[in-house]
């Protein structure tokens, strides 16, 4: 794996709203190198969709800021930028894809439309040259008669479709990054298989780098290198794929992890995480998940926990790691 | 044993008007002939993808949708012949929890409404008694007694499908619908969902119909599951034999395209050209047959009736006749 391609440094984003300051990110740091596949997991509300969106800077302001943190990507403080300096970014070196491509693509134009302006945009090219990019880029993401996909409108494909023709928009222009938010979560597993298969082929193949938000931890198993594990607007857990579903170390990722049904375990007593999300309004004092958590002792509830490093590698934030291995 | 709830054949066609006036009319085939059973204490899974027609197989048997096919059989007793008080009778033995917690809960009614009109409804409770009976409900499913008091917006998704289950359970049913109740739930929640519905079955002796577009759900919560590909059964059986020795080429797909949580058997996903085919211009002869990859010639002529491969495990595929 190479250098560090996005480094995020103590990330703090809030939300200004009538009930309240909702801290949906709190200090989050995270990395991605170089060609890596990074999978974000975490429930609803979380914050990882936030987190994705920081990076682009793209969050609604207001009611949404920017609170703390530094966003450096290939060095460079993303939150430093100017505007025209960011939009050079977008699209350019760093893409986005979402969960519903139905809602990112706009209806009353052509896929062919919509595409080749992105990469009329973003590359010095003429018509003729950009629809050659198109074609070639729909042939890769595995689109049966990619001419005709270009004449057609969003709502005349399917959803799986739509997401291919998603991804071959946003590699079309050669970012280094790919932030991809829950893109597979709206469409079936036969579905999902195509579409993971065919962004992992291309992607791998031209060491593009990937920050894969999931709440689905088979999703993450399957595709991932490294997982970052988020609960309530802080990052909980990071280790590689292996280690973290060989040996979690968080009670909340343990807790995730046995409470989701699996086919070889048959009907057994699922375990479960008591309680639900909290707010992030007015989140718990000390480690966000201790009234939730199995483990709690003197410390939690006052004071938050550091990044402890059990295994090399292997970052967990909690106060039971805090005297090297314990349990 | 005499089964709880017995369908047979069931149709439902639903009519899409185009052209001029809407004088052209075309049949969404959403269900199209579809036999089952479930049996006392017992869960049928019903799985398949979106748009498979397995919401409506649910809506068919509750009488909220009706037959244009088919009959249901509650205890032997068939749904469409009954009437009136007759119905209401049976119906209040038969009973759902839908997937969506937020939109079927009426955010103006109390809690001790939601769950206590079915009493009123089925003149089971009045007064002092509903709210007794409410309560005690609530208890049941993991809720307290002074939520009765509380409107649907003051509780979180999981606490919300525990009201929807309550409902579904105070007027005594033998019979349940599942319908996606943990789609829209995270999977810390939808876990205390799932131990609180077999724990409920364990210890009442229910009749689950749990639908689910989610294998490892439907798995973990049958004894029995029916695999629905465009609005057919296409291979059913007991739970584990039906993972264990998948025979349907669709069923063994599905399995094959599921990203288990576990990085160690990480493999390639087993992927089907193409989309699922628009239920208004159904493939002829096997409906699976564009898709499938061991299709050969007869497949995209005669469509394959479901036979009994092994004992108790049925598949609806030329493979096996």
Avoid at chain 1, 301 to 309: G, H, I, K, S, T
Avoid at chain 2, 119 to 134: C, D, H, I, T
Avoid at chain 2, 219 to 248: D, K, N, T
């Amino acid at each position: 794996m190479g250098a560090a391609l996005l480094e995020i440094r103590d990330l703090s984003v809030q939300f200004f709203t009538y009930q309240g300051v909702v801290r949906a990110l709190e200090g989050v740091s995270l990395s991605v190198a170089e060609g890596e596949i990074l999978g974000l997991v975490g429930e609803t509300g979380c914050g990882k969709s936030v987190l994705a969106r920081a990076v682009l800077r793209v969050i609604a302001e207001p009611p949404g800021k920017i609170t703390a943190g530094r966003v450096l990507f290939k060095g460079r403080d993303l939150l430093a930028l100017d505007r025209r300096q960011m939009r050079r970014i977008r699209g350019n070196e760093i893409s986005m894809i979402f969960q519903e491509p139905m809602s990112s693509l706009n209806p009353v134009f052509t896929i062919g439309n919509q595409m080749m302006e992105v990469v009329t945009l973003h590359q010095r090219v003429g018509r003729d040259e950009a629809r050659g990019i198109c074609l070639d880029m729909l042939r890769q993401v595995k689109m049966p008669d990619p001419d005709q996909v270009l004449a057609k409108y969003p709502h005349e494909l399917s959803g799986g479709m739509l997401q291919r023709a998603m991804i071959a928009m946003e590699l079309s222009c050669r970012p280094d990054l790919l932030l991809a938010d829950e893109p597979t979560t709206a469409l079936d597993v036969t579905v999902q298989a195509q579409v993971l298969t065919i962004l992992e082929e291309l992607t791998r193949s031209r060491g593009v780098a990937v920050l894969f938000i999931s709440h689905d931890l088979g999703v993450i198993a399957q595709l991932c290198d490294r997982v970052a594990v988020m609960y309530a607007g802080k990052i909980v857990e990071t280790a590689a794929v292996a280690e973290l579903f060989a040996a979690p170390r968080h009670p909340y990722t343990r807790g995730l992890l046995q409470a989701i049904p699996r086919i070889g375990r048959g009907r057994e007593e699922l375990a479960v995480i008591p309680g639900s999300v909290p707010g992030l309004v007015d989140p718990p004092p000390g480690c966000r998940f201790h009234p939730r958590c199995a483990h709690r002792f003197a410390p939690c509830d006052r004071q938050v926990p550091a990044l402890f490093e059990p295994a090399p590698g292997h970052h967990v934030a909690c106060h039971l790691y805090a005297s090297g291995e314990s349990r | 044993m005499e089964p709880i709830i017995a369908a047979r054949d069931l149709v439902k066609h639903f009519p899409i008007r185009q052209g001029f006036l809407g004088r052209r009319v075309m049949h969404l085939k959403a269900v199209d002939g579809v036999s089952f059973h479930v049996n006392r204490g017992e869960t049928l899974g019903l799985v398949g993808e979106s748009g498979c027609g397995k919401t409506t197989v649910g809506r068919l048997l509750l009488n909220l949708l009706g037959l244009d096919g088919g009959s249901v059989h509650f205890k032997g007793v068939e749904l469409s012949a009954l009437q009136g008080r007759a119905l209401r009778e049976v119906r209040r033995h038969l009973q759902v929890v839908f997937q969506d917690p937020h939109s079927s809960l009426d955010p103006r009614m109390l809690v001790k409404k939601i769950v206590g009109a079915p009493l009123e409804v089925n003149g089971l409770a009045r007064g002092a008694e509903v709210v007794r009976r409410v309560k005690a409900m609530l208890a049941e499913v993991g809720l307290n007694e002074e939520h009765v008091y509380r409107y649907p917006h003051e509780f979180s998704g999981g606490q919300r499908q525990r009201i929807g289950i309550a409902r579904a359970l105070i007027t005594g049913p033998e019979f349940i619908v599942f319908d996606e109740p943990t789609s829209a739930l995270d999977v810390s929640v939808q876990a205390q969902i799932l131990n609180l519905a077999k724990d409920l079955q364990r210890r009442h002796g229910y009749a689950y119909l749990f639908i689910s577009h989610d294998l490892s759900v439907i798995r973990h919560m049958s004894h029995r599951i029916a695999v629905m590909y465009l609005g057919i059964i296409v291979e059913s059986g007991g739970a584990e034999e039906l993972f264990g020795e998948p025979l349907h080429p669709y069923t063994r797909a599905l399995i094959g395209a599921l990203p288990q949580p576990d990085p160690a058997v990480r493999r390639r996903l087993s992927t089907l050209p193409g989309d699922v085919p628009s239920p208004v211009h159904l493939p002829p002869g096997c409906r699976f047959h564009p898709r499938c990859p061991e299709a050969f010639q007869i497949c995209s002529r005669s469509a394959p009736g479901l036979r009994e491969v092994k004992h108790g495990h049925w598949a609806a595929c030329h493979l096996y006749s």
